[in-house]
Protein backbone atom coordinates (compact mmCIF):
# COMPACT_ATOMS: atom_id res chain seq x y z
CA UNK A 1 0.00 0.00 0.00
CA UNK A 2 2.66 2.51 -0.71
CA UNK A 3 0.70 3.86 -3.30
CA UNK A 4 -1.55 5.09 0.33
CA UNK A 5 1.31 6.74 1.60
CA UNK A 6 2.13 8.49 -1.51
CA UNK A 7 -2.01 10.01 -1.83
CA UNK A 8 -1.23 11.68 1.81
CA UNK A 9 1.81 13.09 0.84
CA UNK A 10 -0.31 14.39 -1.93
CA UNK A 11 -2.89 15.40 -0.14
CA UNK A 12 -0.41 17.23 2.90
CA UNK A 13 1.35 19.28 -0.76
CA UNK A 14 -2.30 19.85 -2.20
CA UNK A 15 -4.24 20.35 0.51
CA UNK A 16 -3.13 21.31 3.33
CA UNK A 17 -2.41 24.87 1.87
CA UNK A 18 -5.45 26.01 1.19
CA UNK A 19 -6.77 25.10 4.38
CA UNK A 20 -4.36 27.06 6.04
CA UNK A 21 -5.11 30.05 3.96
CA UNK A 22 -8.65 29.59 4.89
CA UNK A 23 -8.14 29.64 8.29
CA UNK A 24 -6.05 32.18 8.43
CA UNK A 25 -8.79 34.06 6.35
CA UNK A 26 -11.28 33.25 8.70
CA UNK A 27 -9.47 34.68 12.01
CA UNK A 28 -8.43 37.83 9.95
CA UNK A 29 -4.76 36.87 10.14
CA UNK A 30 -3.97 37.90 6.84
CA UNK A 31 -6.19 40.63 5.82
CA UNK A 32 -6.48 40.15 2.23
CA UNK A 33 -5.02 37.40 -0.67
CA UNK A 34 -2.70 38.46 -2.88
CA UNK A 35 -0.56 36.02 -5.26
CA UNK A 36 2.26 36.55 -2.81
CA UNK A 37 0.45 35.16 -0.15
CA UNK A 38 -0.91 32.15 -2.01
CA UNK A 39 2.57 31.66 -3.48
CA UNK A 40 3.72 31.14 0.55
CA UNK A 41 0.79 29.17 1.54
CA UNK A 42 1.39 26.51 -1.33
CA UNK A 43 5.43 26.80 -0.18
CA UNK A 44 4.40 25.97 3.51
CA UNK A 45 2.50 22.90 1.44
CA UNK A 46 5.01 21.86 -0.40
CA UNK A 47 7.85 22.15 2.13
CA UNK A 48 5.10 20.02 4.46
CA UNK A 49 5.13 17.26 2.22
CA UNK A 50 8.59 17.16 1.42
CA UNK A 51 9.33 16.93 5.18
CA UNK A 52 7.20 14.24 5.86
CA UNK A 53 8.39 12.67 2.95
CA UNK A 54 11.98 12.57 3.88
CA UNK A 55 11.14 11.48 7.73
CA UNK A 56 8.91 8.47 6.79
CA UNK A 57 9.59 7.02 3.66
CA UNK A 58 11.93 4.17 4.67
CA UNK A 59 13.62 3.79 1.92
CA UNK A 60 14.54 7.32 0.95
CA UNK A 61 18.42 7.02 2.34
CA UNK A 62 19.01 4.24 -0.31
CA UNK A 63 17.75 6.17 -2.79
CA UNK A 64 20.95 7.74 -4.76
CA UNK A 65 22.74 3.89 -3.83
CA UNK A 66 19.97 2.12 -5.99
CA UNK A 67 21.01 1.21 -9.68
CA UNK A 68 19.04 2.41 -12.55
CA UNK A 69 16.85 -0.62 -14.23
CA UNK A 70 16.93 1.47 -17.90
CA UNK A 71 14.42 -1.61 -19.50
CA UNK A 72 12.00 -1.13 -16.42
CA UNK A 73 12.32 2.78 -16.66
CA UNK A 74 11.49 3.02 -20.79
CA UNK A 75 8.44 0.22 -19.86
CA UNK A 76 7.48 3.13 -16.91
CA UNK A 77 7.87 5.60 -19.25
CA UNK A 78 5.74 4.72 -22.04
CA UNK A 79 3.18 3.29 -19.93
CA UNK A 80 3.06 6.89 -17.85
CA UNK A 81 3.16 8.49 -20.91
CA UNK A 82 -0.20 6.61 -21.84
CA UNK A 83 -1.92 7.48 -18.70
CA UNK A 84 -0.39 10.98 -18.73
CA UNK A 85 -2.30 12.02 -21.76
CA UNK A 86 -5.50 10.02 -20.80
CA UNK A 87 -5.48 12.64 -17.45
CA UNK A 88 -4.99 15.68 -20.49
CA UNK A 89 -8.23 14.22 -21.79
CA UNK A 90 -9.72 13.69 -19.20
CA UNK A 91 -8.97 17.96 -17.76
CA UNK A 92 -10.11 19.01 -20.96
CA UNK A 93 -13.85 17.02 -19.99
CA UNK A 94 -13.43 18.79 -16.88
CA UNK A 95 -12.17 22.62 -17.68
CA UNK A 96 -12.77 23.12 -21.31
CA UNK A 97 -16.61 24.14 -20.71
CA UNK A 98 -15.68 27.24 -18.78
CA UNK A 99 -13.88 28.33 -22.02
CA UNK A 100 -16.83 27.86 -23.96
CA UNK A 101 -19.17 29.56 -21.90
CA UNK A 102 -16.98 32.59 -22.00
CA UNK A 103 -16.52 32.68 -25.69
CA UNK A 104 -20.31 31.83 -26.35
CA UNK A 105 -22.00 33.30 -23.19
CA UNK A 106 -21.24 36.09 -21.02
CA UNK A 107 -19.07 36.29 -17.53
CA UNK A 108 -21.91 36.49 -15.81
CA UNK A 109 -23.25 32.73 -17.10
CA UNK A 110 -19.92 31.95 -16.26
CA UNK A 111 -19.86 33.03 -12.97
CA UNK A 112 -22.89 31.28 -12.49
CA UNK A 113 -21.66 27.95 -13.73
CA UNK A 114 -18.53 27.93 -12.31
CA UNK A 115 -20.32 28.45 -8.75
CA UNK A 116 -22.23 25.33 -9.57
CA UNK A 117 -19.08 23.92 -10.64
CA UNK A 118 -17.13 24.01 -7.68
CA UNK A 119 -19.98 22.45 -4.98
CA UNK A 120 -20.07 19.28 -7.19
CA UNK A 121 -16.26 19.40 -7.61
CA UNK A 122 -15.67 19.50 -4.55
CA UNK A 123 -17.62 16.13 -3.97
CA UNK A 124 -14.94 14.54 -6.35
CA UNK A 125 -11.90 15.75 -3.89
CA UNK A 126 -13.56 14.10 -0.70
CA UNK A 127 -14.48 10.72 -2.91
CA UNK A 128 -10.82 10.24 -3.77
CA UNK A 129 -9.45 11.72 -0.64
CA UNK A 130 -11.62 9.70 1.87
CA UNK A 131 -12.15 6.03 -0.26
CA UNK A 132 -10.30 5.95 -4.05
CA UNK A 133 -6.84 6.61 -2.75
CA UNK A 134 -7.20 3.60 -0.12
CA UNK A 135 -9.72 1.27 -2.32
CA UNK A 136 -7.95 1.49 -5.48
CA UNK A 137 -4.77 -0.26 -4.23
CA UNK A 138 -7.00 -3.32 -3.32
CA UNK A 139 -8.47 -3.78 -6.43
CA UNK A 140 -5.42 -3.65 -8.35
CA UNK A 141 -4.49 -6.42 -6.12
CA UNK A 142 -7.00 -8.66 -6.54
CA UNK A 143 -7.24 -8.12 -10.65
CA UNK A 144 -3.19 -9.29 -10.10
CA UNK A 145 -4.37 -12.08 -8.10
CA UNK A 146 -7.26 -12.79 -10.82
CA UNK A 147 -8.98 -13.07 -7.87
CA UNK A 148 -12.64 -12.40 -9.30
CA UNK A 149 -14.85 -12.36 -6.32
CA UNK A 150 -12.35 -10.31 -4.49
CA UNK A 151 -12.56 -7.66 -7.15
CA UNK A 152 -16.44 -7.35 -6.97
CA UNK A 153 -16.52 -7.10 -3.42
CA UNK A 154 -13.86 -4.01 -3.36
CA UNK A 155 -15.73 -2.58 -6.83
CA UNK A 156 -19.04 -3.06 -5.06
CA UNK A 157 -17.78 -1.07 -1.89
CA UNK A 158 -16.45 1.60 -3.39
CA UNK A 159 -19.28 2.54 -5.62
CA UNK A 160 -21.88 1.98 -2.62
CA UNK A 161 -18.87 4.75 -0.60
CA UNK A 162 -19.32 7.06 -3.74
CA UNK A 163 -23.37 6.92 -3.34
CA UNK A 164 -23.34 7.54 -0.11
CA UNK A 165 -21.21 10.59 -0.36
CA UNK A 166 -22.91 11.67 -3.22
CA UNK A 167 -26.25 11.27 -1.30
CA UNK A 168 -25.21 13.07 1.58
CA UNK A 169 -23.99 16.29 -0.61
CA UNK A 170 -26.93 16.45 -2.34
CA UNK A 171 -29.04 16.21 0.81
CA UNK A 172 -26.79 18.86 2.48
CA UNK A 173 -27.14 21.10 -0.42
CA UNK A 174 -31.17 20.35 -0.64
CA UNK A 175 -31.03 21.64 3.07
CA UNK A 176 -28.18 24.34 2.79
CA UNK A 177 -27.89 26.21 -0.15
CA UNK A 178 -31.04 28.19 0.02
CA UNK A 179 -29.34 29.64 2.46
CA UNK A 180 -26.58 30.54 1.01
CA UNK A 181 -28.29 31.60 -2.11
CA UNK A 182 -30.03 33.88 0.13
CA UNK A 183 -27.04 35.15 1.87
CA UNK A 184 -25.14 35.83 -2.08
CA UNK A 185 -28.23 38.02 -3.39
CA UNK A 186 -27.82 36.96 -6.96
CA UNK A 187 -31.18 35.93 -8.80
CA UNK A 188 -29.10 34.40 -11.39
CA UNK A 189 -27.87 31.47 -9.05
CA UNK A 190 -31.50 31.00 -8.10
CA UNK A 191 -32.54 30.45 -11.25
CA UNK A 192 -30.23 27.68 -12.37
CA UNK A 193 -30.18 25.48 -9.66
CA UNK A 194 -31.25 22.53 -11.77
CA UNK A 195 -27.01 22.87 -13.01
CA UNK A 196 -26.30 21.44 -9.88
CA UNK A 197 -28.54 18.42 -10.35
CA UNK A 198 -27.34 18.04 -13.87
CA UNK A 199 -23.91 17.86 -12.44
CA UNK A 200 -23.91 15.61 -9.51
CA UNK A 201 -25.47 12.95 -11.85
CA UNK A 202 -22.11 13.85 -14.20
CA UNK A 203 -20.18 13.64 -10.57
CA UNK A 204 -22.09 10.02 -9.89
CA UNK A 205 -21.45 8.34 -13.46
CA UNK A 206 -17.11 9.70 -14.02
CA UNK A 207 -16.51 8.30 -10.04
CA UNK A 208 -18.32 5.07 -11.14
CA UNK A 209 -16.26 4.49 -13.70
CA UNK A 210 -13.09 4.53 -11.76
CA UNK A 211 -13.10 0.90 -10.74
CA UNK A 212 -12.95 -0.53 -14.47
CA UNK A 213 -10.49 2.20 -15.17
CA UNK A 214 -8.12 0.77 -12.30
CA UNK A 215 -9.60 -2.53 -13.48
CA UNK A 216 -7.66 -1.78 -17.27
CA UNK A 217 -4.79 -0.15 -15.95
CA UNK A 218 -4.17 -3.10 -13.95
CA UNK A 219 -4.68 -5.28 -16.97
CA UNK A 220 -2.09 -2.67 -18.93
CA UNK A 221 -4.90 -1.36 -21.51
CA UNK A 222 -3.76 1.94 -20.90
CA UNK A 223 -4.07 2.22 -24.63
CA UNK A 224 -7.54 1.25 -24.48
CA UNK A 225 -8.04 3.77 -21.87
CA UNK A 226 -6.61 6.81 -24.07
CA UNK A 227 -8.75 5.82 -26.96
CA UNK A 228 -12.07 5.81 -24.67
CA UNK A 229 -10.86 9.25 -23.16
CA UNK A 230 -10.24 10.38 -26.36
CA UNK A 231 -13.63 10.03 -27.78
CA UNK A 232 -15.13 11.03 -24.83
CA UNK A 233 -13.54 14.38 -24.83
CA UNK A 234 -14.23 15.09 -28.16
CA UNK A 235 -17.99 14.28 -28.10
CA UNK A 236 -17.97 16.70 -25.00
CA UNK A 237 -16.08 19.35 -26.99
CA UNK A 238 -19.39 18.85 -29.77
CA UNK A 239 -21.68 18.66 -27.11
CA UNK A 240 -20.59 21.66 -25.99
CA UNK A 241 -20.36 23.77 -29.55
CA UNK A 242 -23.47 22.61 -30.49
CA UNK A 243 -25.49 22.88 -27.13
CA UNK A 244 -24.27 25.98 -25.65
CA UNK A 245 -25.94 28.51 -28.26
CA UNK A 246 -29.24 26.37 -27.74
CA UNK A 247 -29.86 26.21 -24.19
CA UNK A 248 -27.00 28.25 -22.87
CA UNK A 249 -24.88 26.94 -19.71
CA UNK A 250 -27.21 23.92 -19.28
CA UNK A 251 -25.58 22.52 -22.34
CA UNK A 252 -22.06 22.21 -20.27
CA UNK A 253 -23.78 20.58 -17.78
CA UNK A 254 -25.41 18.11 -20.46
CA UNK A 255 -22.36 17.88 -22.03
CA UNK A 256 -20.37 17.01 -18.69
CA UNK A 257 -23.19 14.45 -18.05
CA UNK A 258 -23.06 12.62 -21.69
CA UNK A 259 -19.42 11.87 -20.98
CA UNK A 260 -19.64 10.78 -17.76
CA UNK A 261 -21.98 7.94 -19.12
CA UNK A 262 -20.11 7.72 -22.22
CA UNK A 263 -16.69 6.73 -19.48
CA UNK A 264 -19.00 4.46 -17.66
CA UNK A 265 -20.63 2.32 -20.01
CA UNK A 266 -17.73 2.29 -22.33
CA UNK A 267 -14.97 0.99 -18.81
CA UNK A 268 -17.22 -0.96 -17.74
CA UNK A 269 -18.25 -2.87 -20.87
CA UNK A 270 -13.89 -3.67 -21.99
CA UNK A 271 -14.15 -4.36 -17.97
CA UNK A 272 -17.04 -7.08 -18.65
CA UNK A 273 -15.18 -8.44 -21.42
CA UNK A 274 -11.76 -9.22 -19.51
CA UNK A 275 -13.18 -10.85 -16.65
CA UNK A 276 -15.31 -13.17 -18.62
CA UNK A 277 -12.11 -14.10 -20.09
CA UNK A 278 -10.54 -14.98 -16.20
CA UNK A 279 -12.99 -17.94 -16.30
Known amino acids: EKTIFANLIYFLRAGTWSWVLSLFLYFEIVGSVTMLTILSAWFFGALVSVVVGLIYLPS ?22 MILLSTVFLKIIEFSDRYFINYFLSKQDLGVYTFYFQLSNLINVVIFTLFISFLY ?39 ILPYILEHLQRPQLRENQLLLLIMLLGVVMINLSYASHYFLITEKRDSLILKITILTAT ?3 ILNILLLPIVGIYGSSIALLVSGVLMFLMKNRFERKILNLWS
Open 137 to 175: PKIMRSVLQKDRLKYEENKRSLNKNILKVVLTFALGYYF
Open 235 to 237: INV
Open 60 to 81: IKNFFSEPLDIGWLKKALKFSG
